[in-house]
């Protein structure tokens, strides 16, 4: 969430300024130049705890130690092989396995 907060901090930033830059007559190129660097500039000055939530969460989510996101439609489908599996225990799943022959 704190990515997102912060992504969207930057795009409100960035949106007005290319307008900005448009109206004064730089062209589409340099106006996303412009209005880029001067997003960047003003986010780094202002918004160093925004951006240090959002790295955190980056590093939390690319570290390993995260848990799974996870869909509805992938939720609903392990509830259901789980309740399969509690109705019929004589049968054995064993999908983390490797074959033999492998």
Request: aromatic share 10%; glycine share 4%.
């Amino acid at each position: 969430m704190a990515f997102l907060k912060y992504s969207l901090i930057r795009l409100a930033l960035f949106v007005p300024l290319f307008v900005l830059c448009l109206f004064l007559g730089t062209g589409p190129i340099l106006a996303v130049v412009f209005a880029g660097l001067i997003a960047f500039a003003i986010s780094y000055l202002f918004f160093q705890k925004q951006r240090d939530a959002a790295t955190a969460a980056m590093r939390e989510r690319f570290s390993g130690r995260a848990k799974p996101l996870r869909s509805a439609g992938e939720v609903d489908d392990a509830d259901a092989e789980d309740r399969l599996v509690d109705e019929h225990p004589e049968v054995r799943v064993e999908n983390d396995r490797r074959p033999k022959d492998a």
